[in-house]
């Protein structure tokens, strides 16, 4: 049986390039720190109508593709069948796209939107709650999985239509740049994306960590240090390690359906002993605030207010989504194979979006609902102690805190592990030399890439998580969204070419050896 192997060019200078920048931020956080500002605010101020645009440009072509004739095209060869169960499928989508950071940002970004509303509204009003958490969902709804998308469809139909062994953001770009995809500028993509992926997984854990230490210290009583920040992230390690060696089958699919059985107890738990009829009123009232203004949501830049605030929110977040988009593309393509491209696009914006709108329901509307209600300050406990300590307040506020917190804490702990799981496993196909619709990495590969994440993590803490987040997000944004524009129209020439003007079946199928069209029932 052959054995892939790695793909020294990307696999070495990216090792390379990623010790480099771990070895100056370790010695030198400082000099990181004041770099960071200037980058940030440079690209998210600078480049927001284009990031924008994109996003909602984007958008619009996936609801085009969706209702066109090539939503019917089968990501597959005639013998193709789904590898996965309707419910694994999902269930490994979302909790690779979205990990414990839905559960932190859904906890405390309400609280400061509540500080700092959007359209210049007072702050801590009741028109700034009516926003606490329809932005929110906005954020994470059906744009940011739309960015995901994008690049499956360009991936998945190379992959698994045209059947190209490599399961690399490049090769989706060779409809337009040709053979240049397997030359240096197509080395010089697959880098950038690999790097992007890493600073982003491995920098969230930054972010994340601080908040499980919080919870353990909640609970246990174990003070607040470096050595209890570094035991977290080994367990998490530990976690995602064993599943991504263990590959999709054995170890990803079974830690993403437990982990969604976790989620529904703990929100349904949650929403049964909080304010029950107010998160239900709440949450159904933003949905639809959301649906009404989602075009204007879409392009608000506030050029005349000038408040900065979509620049550093809305900007932000897409910037932060399309940094790991090609790696979710990448991750989606491969689960996706055996269904139609309509059924991918549907199934990778749509459930996902209703999955993490259910955080912003319960942890969301319970956080707006203790500091309105309960009279708990949490817009100065946001600003004079940090976000853990307004989760853990929220957690403190609820009946049962001694079901809640250690089932928290289980779940955040899982919920975080199958998304890095998922990257792991991404990184070492990008890092592989060939890789055939029936093979996966080497075993190796795959925890090595576990280990990097965790080890960069751990930096990240030391060098001060949330703001590295923000670097390594958009410093690469605006060459992914030109890749994924490279992307959208490599794939439509390949569709055109693959397909003509055939009318719409039920499933369109292109058999690579033969170069024809069937129709499948």
């Not at 080994?234 to 059985?261: C, E, H, M, P, R």
Request: charged share 10%.
């Amino acid at each position: 049986m052959r054995k892939p192997t790695i793909d020294p060019t990307i696999f070495w200078t990216s090792v390379s390039i990623l010790g480099a920048v771990l070895g100056l931020l370790f010695i030198n956080p400082e000099a990181g720190r004041q770099t960071i500002s200037a980058i940030l605010g440079g690209i998210t101020h600078n480049f927001d109508w284009f990031i924008e645009w994109f996003t909602f440009g984007g958008f619009i072509w996936l609801i085009y593709l969706t209702c066109s004739k090539y939503g019917d095209i089968k990501l597959g060869g005639p013998d193709d069948e789904p590898e996965f169960s309707t419910f694994s499928w999902i269930a490994v989508m979302i909790t690779s796209g979205s990990g414990f950071a839905i559960m932190y940002w859904a906890a405390v970004e309400p609280i400061y939107y509540l500080s700092g509303p959007p359209f210049g509204l007072k702050p801590d009003s009741v028109d700034a709650a009516q926003w606490g958490i329809a932005y929110g969902i906005f954020h994470w709804g059906f744009s940011a999985w739309g960015l995901f998308c994008i690049p499956a469809v360009a991936i998945g139909y190379g992959y698994h239509v045209r059947k190209i062994p490599f399961l690399k953001p490049s090769i989706a770009c060779s409809g337009v740049l040709g053979k240049q995809s397997e030359g240096w500028i197509g080395k010089t993509i697959d880098i950038v994306i690999l790097l992007g992926t890493v600073g982003g997984m491995g920098t969230s854990l930054g972010v994340c960590v601080p908040l499980m230490s919080a919870c353990f210290t909640e609970l246990f009583g174990i003070q607040p240090s470096v050595y209890l920040d570094a035991a977290v992230i080994i367990i998490w390690v530990s976690i995602f390690g064993t599943t991504a060696y263990l590959g999709l089958q054995k170890g990803i699919k079974v830690l993403s359906d437990w982990n969604v059985y976790g989620i529904i107890v703990l929100l349904s738990f949650m929403l049964i002993i909080g304010p029950t009829s107010f998160l239900l009123g709440y949450y159904f009232q933003s949905m639809g605030l959301m649906m009404q203004n989602f075009v204007g949501m879409s392009t608000y830049t506030a050029p005349i207010l000038k408040s900065g605030w979509p620049q550093d929110w809305t900007a932000f977040y897409w910037a932060w989504w399309v940094v790991w988009a090609i790696y979710m593309g990448l991750f989606i393509a491969r689960v996706s194979k055996g269904r139609t491209i309509r059924q991918m696009i549907i199934g990778s914006i749509l459930f996902p979006t209703l999955g993490t709108s259910l955080f912003y329901l319960v942890l969301g509307g319970s956080v707006v609902n203790l500091h309105l209600s309960d009279g708990v300050n949490l817009i100065s406990m946001l600003k004079d102690n940090g976000a853990p300590f307004v989760i853990i307040e929220l957690l403190k506020s609820m009946p049962l805190l001694g079901i809640v917190l250690p089932l928290f804490i289980l779940i955040g702990f899982v919920y975080q592990a199958t998304s890095f799981q998922g990257a792991a496993y991404t990184l070492a196909s990008m890092a592989t030399a060939e890789l055939r619709p029936d093979e996966e990495p080497a075993p190796w590969h795959r925890l090595f890439w576990a280990l990097v994440l965790g080890v960069l993590g751990f930096v990240m803490i030391i060098v001060g998580g949330l703001k590295i987040v923000q670097l390594s997000s958009v410093i690469l944004a605006v060459p992914v969204y030109i890749v994924l524009g490279i992307m959208i129209v490599s794939v439509v020439k390949w569709m055109r070419e693959d397909f003509g003007t055939t009318l719409s079946s039920p499933k369109l199928v292109y058999d690579i050896k033969t170069c024809s069209v069937s129709s499948e029932a």
